[in-house]
């Protein structure tokens, strides 16, 4: 059985930092491309940032890049979030996912395996 977990989101002020992580089991790891999502209240799911099954290569969304930093450890089967300069419009749900497409997914509709989601606030 897949699960994903992850951790680390919370209540922060406009400019903090949070890094999220995501604990994966049931499944090879290593085989997976990872992906991180967000959806707010009324909106649809945003696609953040995603990282080849290998470590090596990455991709991000606009709206984020050069503040949030993708990276694994295959060895802890883990993928991590960092998150810097965070703006309240961020808040949301952030979810972590699992690809076995071997490219640098994007899309939401080609990950096999979904989190439960963490919950982020940023005040103003």
């Known amino acids: 059985q897949v699960q994903l977990v992850e951790s680390g989101g919370g209540l922060v002020q406009a400019g903090d930092s949070l890094r999220l992580s995501c604990a994966a089991s049931?499944?090879?790891?290593?085989?997976?491309?990872m992906g991180w999502f967000r959806q707010a209240p009324g909106k649809e799911r945003e696609f953040l940032a995603v990282?080849?099954?290998?470590?090596?290569?990455?991709y991000y969304a606009d709206s984020v890049k050069g503040r949030f930093t993708i990276s694994r450890d295959n060895a802890q089967n883990t993928v991590y979030l960092q998150m810097n300069s965070l703006k309240p419009e961020e808040t949301a749900v952030y979810y972590c996912?699992?690809?076995?497409?071997?490219?640098?997914?994007?899309?939401?509709?080609?990950?096999?395996?979904w989190g439960q989601g963490t919950q982020v606030t940023v005040s103003s």
């Open positions: 996912a699992a690809s076995l497409h071997r490219g640098i997914p994007i899309f939401a509709g080609v990950y096999n395996h």
């Open positions: 049931g499944l090879t790891f290593s085989n997976y491309a």
């Open positions: 990282i080849h099954w290998s470590g090596i290569g990455s």
